[in-house]
Nanobody, 121 residues
């Protein structure tokens, strides 16, 4: 009932920019919040950014001022514009969609398989 697909990852030099996209195809599911998480090699997955259906955004200090999340509610698409990239931003970036499943009658999250972002020094 829900499919989340990321795109836009790649290799970029430090200081460069990259934009990630995530499209959620849903049926019998109402999306509330969409967001991005990342997992670097040997590290725990961490929050990168979230955005509610009303447009409220949230960022950790590690990316604040450098990353911008936006969404197109009509198309269930979320974007992550990344600038001033650093080598420590290297990770697999995962998109998620949080909402209510009418089929399962519960709130739940769906995740994409991730897209690799590599920042070289």
């Amino acid at each position: 009932q829900v499919q989340v697909v990321e795109s836009g990852g790649g290799l970029v030099q430090a200081g460069g920019s990259l934009r990630l996209s995530c499209a959620a195809s849903v049926r019998y599911f109402s999306i509330d919040t969409m967001g991005w998480h990342r997992q670097a090699p040997g590290k725990q997955r961490e929050l990168v950014a979230t955005i509610t259906s009303g447009g409220t955004t949230n960022y950790p200090d590690s990316v604040k001022g450098r990353f911008t999340i936006s969404r197109d509610n009509a198309n269930n698409t979320v974007y992550l514009q990344m600038s001033s990239l650093k080598p420590e931003d290297t990770a697999v970036y995962y998109c998620n969609a949080r909402g209510y499943s009418y089929t399962e009658n519960r709130n739940r999250d769906y995740w994409g398989v991730g897209t690799q972002v590599t920042v070289s020094s």
